[in-house]
């Protein structure tokens, strides 16, 4: 009976020991597995700043650019508006001065 008091004993402490190897894993492996999320999530958080820091660039050029133009084509417009004055002007002229 001692014999097997002892047995019974040694057993449950390799169980226990066992249970507790088994814990130790799966907290490392839980850890592990944190630690990949939050290195995850950090890099995704940057991407997504970085990305958003370009469209931002690309939007300020963008409206530069429209705004150029706009100015471009409005000072082309005003050009063109002048030289026809100029041209019905002179137009108006010849004809008075012929008749």
């Known amino acids: 009976m001692p014999k097997l008091n002892e047995m019974l004993n040694n ?7 066992g ?6 894993k799966v907290t490392d ?11 995850d999530k950090k890099n995704r958080e940057q991407t997504e700043e970085a990305i958003l820091e370009m469209l931002r660039v690309l939007v300020t050029k963008s409206k530069a650019d429209i705004e150029a133009e706009r100015e471009e084509r409005e000072k082309t417009e005003e ?15 010849n004809e008075q001065g012929i008749i």
């Open 19 to 24: 249970d507790d190897a088994i814990d130790k």
């Open 11 to 17: 057993e449950k402490i390799k169980r226990e020991e």
């Open 79 to 93: 050009t063109l508006i002048s030289l026809l004055e100029d041209t019905c002007n002179k137009l108006t002229q």
């Open 29 to 39: 492996e839980i850890v592990q597995v944190q630690d990949v999320i939050v290195n």
